[in-house]
C-alpha cells in the first residue's frame, strides 16, 4: 500500500504566533502516524508561486493523512496557521 503524503508550501507572517503552530501541530500529526521528511531548512523555488517555507510528512498510507487533515483536532490548530501564514497544502497518495 502506498505511503501517504501532506506537502504544505508557507509563507510566514507572523513568524512569533506561528510557533504555537508548530508546537500544536506536531504532536497531533505524530498521533495520526506522521512523521517530517522536509521541515524548513534551505530551498530554491524555480518555478510557480514563491513561499519561503517548505515540509513534507509521510504518512503510512494516504487515508492517514487525509484523517489527520480533516480530523477535527488539526482542524482547530488550522486555524493559527491561517491567522499567521500563507500557505498551500496538497494531500497526495505516494508510488508504489
Known amino acids: 500500500m502506498p505511503k501517504g503524503y501532506i506537502i504544505g508550501h508557507i509563507t510566514v507572517n507572523d513568524p512569533e504566533a506561528y510557533q504555537e503552530y508548530i508546537t500544536r501541530d506536531t504532536p497531533i500529526i505524530a498521533a495520526h502516524g506522521g512523521k517530517p521528511i522536509v521541515r524548513g531548512g534551505a ?9 519561503d517555507r ?23 490548530v488550522v486555524r493559527i496557521r491561517h491567522a499567521t501564514a500563507t500557505s498551500m497544502i496538497v494531500l497526495v497518495e505516494g508510488a508504489d
Open 54 to 76: 517548505h515540509v513534507v510528512f509521510e504518512f503510512p498510507d494516504y487515508e492517514s493523512a487525509r484523517a489527520l487533515y480533516h480530523s477535527p483536532e488539526y482542524q482547530e
Open 43 to 51: 530551498s530554491d523555488s524555480v518555478e510557480g508561486p514563491q513561499f
